[in-house]
């Protein structure tokens, strides 16, 4: 299967994305964990990154688009993959079908995630991970079970600088304006599957899995 899950921060890509990868066994490819290793790194491309992730902008199209195409060709993409928080512009989402198309590949479902501004806010405003292992928590709606450490592997959970509530709005226009626009593109190739993202996560995820089975 070659997935991409669609929708604003925070409707919780992030946390289904676990999920989808262990019930297909397919890499989970998030350009936003790609972009943070390379700030956290110091590297040019974190240089270049930061610039716009901290003003809750997007990284050009140009930048991410490289990204995308050397990660697709790695071999454990070869049986699937699913992609998190890419494409985000039409731009990547044309570039996306003639990388796939070059591969002889094509996508099979694109999972839409619907969550309201409201619940965005207090999602993002709420959200911690882990310096370690990448594990997503919220104060309220997840809480880890030892305060600010991860249940998994104990080290401490941090709040995404882009989480704060005036980057959050604004990261809520740059989807409104770039993003959103794909639903229509995708449903126009009857692969979209939207999926109300207001019900638990344990929820979400059955609905995702039974769409997706139904596709296979
Ligand atoms: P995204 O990857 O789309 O930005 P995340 O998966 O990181 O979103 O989730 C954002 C926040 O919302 C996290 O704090 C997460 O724990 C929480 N969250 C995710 N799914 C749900 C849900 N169904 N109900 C309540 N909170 C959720
Ligand atoms: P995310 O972890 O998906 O919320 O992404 C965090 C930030 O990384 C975004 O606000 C953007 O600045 C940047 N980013 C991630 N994916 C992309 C993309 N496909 N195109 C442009 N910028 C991106």
Not at 69 to 75: D, F, N, S, V, Y
Not at 141 to 150: G, S, V, W
Not at 154 to 172: A, H
Not at 173 to 178: D, I, L, Q, R, S
Request: charge should be neutral.
């Amino acid at each position: 299967m070659n997935i991409v899950l669609l929708g604003p921060p925070g409707a919780g890509k992030g946390t289904q994305a676990k999920r989808i990868q262990e019930m297909f066994s397919i890499p989970h490819i998030a350009t936003g964990d790609i972009l943070r290793d390379a700030v956290a790194k110091g590297s040019d491309l974190g240089q270049i990154a930061n610039s716009y992730m901290e003003k809750g902008l997007l990284v050009p199209d140009e930048v991410v688009i490289g990204l995308i195409k050397e990660r697709l060709a790695e071999p454990d993409t070869e049986n699937g993959f699913l992609l998190d928080g890419f494409p985000r512009t039409l731009a990547q989402a044309r570039a996306l079908d003639k990388v796939m198309e070059q591969m002889g590949k094509k996508l099979d479902a694109v999972i839409s995630i619907v969550v309201s501004e409201k619940e965005i806010i207090r999602r993002l405003t709420g959200r911690r991970v882990c310096k370690s292992c990448g594990r997503i928590y919220h104060l309220i709606f997840n809480p880890p079970k030892r305060a600010e450490f991860c249940d998994m592997c104990g080290e401490e959970l941090y709040q995404r600088e882009d989480d704060k509530v005036e980057t959050v709005k604004k990261r809520l226009v740059v989807y409104n304006k770039e993003t959103a626009a794909l639903i229509r593109y995708y449903q126009a190739q009857d692969i979209l599957i939207e999926v109300n993202g207001e019900e638990s996560v344990e929820d979400v995820f059955k609905n995702i899995k039974e769409a997706l089975e139904a596709r296979v």
